[in-house]
């Protein structure tokens, strides 16, 4: 049984490739393990705010410091970070936009990362403080990326395994569905991103 929680990035709601590829990686984790419950966080529906002053203060504010205005700043990136820790298992559905991630991903990312809660820094360097767990990467793209001519383009696993792993998420496994914008691709590349996943 494991506790396993689904970031959702992508608006296209039922039309997402992502979130079919995400829930797709979940059913052969219920599979593998069974009994296993999912925490479902849309950040279509219910989105992060991006960074103000606001949140940078509350992060480095010593908790018996905050005001009652930085404690509702930080109550976001105490949400994000809670259901993280919690979760054994994380899939992150991750559409190709601009060749970045969608902005709420990266909303999420930013009250994610913070020091003193998911790294620290010493005389010995950074240390990740969330460790142990296993982390998915549901990925969509129009084109192809993992390989070719516009593989220099393929921004998205590499940001995301370097700033997840920069808190300790180094356990991490992307899938793609990919090509799907390309003629003479796009027919099988559902089924071909499927077929690829392994856990």
């Known amino acids: ?39 479902e966080r849309n950040l279509a529906e219910t989105s992060f705010p991006h960074l103000e002053e606001s949140h940078i203060a509350s992060f480095h504010t010593p908790p018996e410091s905050r005001t009652p205005a930085l404690i509702e700043a930080v109550r976001h990136s105490d949400e994000v970070i809670a259901e993280v820790k919690d979760a054994d298992i994380i899939v992150i559905g991750a559409p190709v ?20 809660a998911t790294f620290k820094v010493s005389e010995k360097g950074v240390e990740g403080l969330v460790t142990g767990k296993k982390v998915y990467i ?12 516009m593989h220099s383009h393929d921004f998205v696993p590499p940001y995301l395994k370097a700033i997840l792993g920069f808190i300790g998420l180094t356990d991490i496994t992307v899938f ?20 690829s996943i392994a856990l």
């Open 138 to 149: 549901a990925l969509s793209s129009g084109g192809v990326l993992s390989e070719g001519p």
């Open 176 to 195: 793609r569905v990919e090509g799907v914008s390309i003629p003479g691709i796009q027919d099988t590349a559902w089924e071909k991103g499927v077929a």
């Open 97 to 116: 936009y601009n060749f970045n991630v969608h902005s709420s991903l990266k909303a999420w990312i930013d009250h994610l990362i913070r020091s003193n």
């Open 1 to 39: 049984m494991k506790k396993i929680l689904h970031v959702i990035s992508s608006p296209r709601g039922a039309a997402s490739l992502s979130i079919k590829l995400g829930n797709a990686v979940i059913d052969k984790i219920k599979a593998a393990y069974p009994g296993s419950v999912v925490k």
